[in-house]
């Protein structure tokens, strides 16, 4: 979901077959304490669940500065710098806590693959006032999002190392954007994707925006979308699940880092269903199906998985991305005679 928390830059895929989207929000801006907190503040920080957790168990005596991160339409982000070095911070001032705790336990999976790497998260809870936070690992950044090649085979290692047994979904519920993101535990993908991605999606366009037709057309194409994956053996692979532009950055080292998931267990090819803006070049994916081999009919499928993000862009942000899910839908049906 383009609404992330740390922004890198936008890239339009050259793999996209449908028109580029409009622009996402402008970032909210946020007054830099770049001198360091005040002593008002401070008198109110004593009192603030993040500054105790770092002051305590992040093993902190003073906090020197907070500084906001941009780039989010969904939380709000800051950069906690202490003597016991520095705490990547983001809250939400709505959402309950739930939502954090999905993504903590998201960023755990993949920090565990060892393979790319991603912030480690050490504390979530709920803040006073209401809404909810999580502290990570500070990292910092480098330039550039790094080389796209050892992207593709870092993130290919992940899905090679993240298996589950339980089938395809997650343990817990969790938020794609601020949109619900059902994981329930399904043993077919094709039931898992038409169930819990496409067509709660379709549901929600209905809902919010009373779009019967997109709603009507989207289930002729999940009752006949099984045809695409005939001869293809699917195992349920760890997914970061919204893997943009704005969630790729690198490390100062020149390593890649991925950040913001909303973690699932799918079918590989769905990671690139956000690759309309996600910049995934030649060399990325060379380097991805050396580790995990292309699947027949991965063309043919490949707008499937982008038509879960359109469809979750116009239900958050309006109907500048209806023509793009539409566009997908319409040639789905005329490809499957739906």
């Known amino acids: 979901m383009m609404a992330a928390d740390l922004r890198v ?12 989207p409009p622009p ?10 770049s001198k360091g907190p005040t002593p008002s503040t401070m008198a109110s920080m004593s009192e603030d669940p993040i500054t105790k957790w770092i002051t305590k168990e992040g093993k902190a005596t003073k906090i020197t500065r907070i500084s906001p991160v941009g780039g989010g339409c969904i939380n709000f982000a800051y950069q906690y710098d202490t003597d016991a070095g520095s705490f990547f911070v983001k809250t939400n001032r709505r959402i309950a806590v739930s939502m954090f705790e999905g993504e903590a336990l998201g960023l755990t999976a993949m920090y565990d693959t060892k393979s790319v790497r991603v912030p480690k998260p050490l504390k979530v809870g709920s803040l006073p006032s209401g809404g909810s936070f999580i502290i990570m690992e500070y990292i910092e950044f480098g330039s550039s999002r ?3 090649s050892v992207l593709g085979k ?6 090679k190392a993240g298996k589950s047994n339980k089938g395809f979904g997650f343990d817990v519920d ?6 619900p993101q059902i994981n329930t535990w399904t043993s077919d993908w094709v039931d898992f994707f038409a169930e819990h991605r496409l067509g709660y999606q379709l549901q929600l366009a209905r809902e919010e925006h009373g779009d019967s037709v997109i709603y009507e057309k989207g289930q002729r194409l999940v009752k006949s979308m099984g045809l695409l994956f005939d001869n293809v053996t699917i195992e349920p692979c760890l997914l970061h699940g919204d893997l943009w532009s704005g969630n790729i950055s690198s490390d100062k080292n020149g390593e890649p880092v991925i950040l913001d998931p909303a973690c699932y267990y799918g079918h590989n090819e769905a990671e690139f269903g956000m690759s309309w803006c996600a910049g995934f070049g030649g060399p990325f994916y060379s380097s991805y199906f050396e580790v995990m081999p292309k699947q027949q009919g991965f063309e043919k499928r490949r707008d499937l998985y982008m038509l879960y993000h359109y469809l979750n862009h ?4 309006g109907s500048g991305y ?15 005679g739906a």
Request: aromatic share 12%; hydrophobic share 35%.
């Open 322 to 336: 209806r023509s793009s899910a539409m566009s997908i839908i319409d040639d789905y049906i005329r490809m499957l």
């Open 174 to 179: 969790n938020t794609i954007g601020s949109t």
């Open 9 to 20: 830059g936008t890239f339009s895929s050259s793999y996209s077959l449908f028109p580029s």
């Open 24 to 33: 996402r929000p402008l970032p909210i801006k946020l007054k830099s304490y």
């Open 146 to 148: 790094g080389d796209q």
């Open 314 to 317: 116009y239900n958050l942000f």
């Open 154 to 159: 870092k993130l290919a290692e992940m899905h």
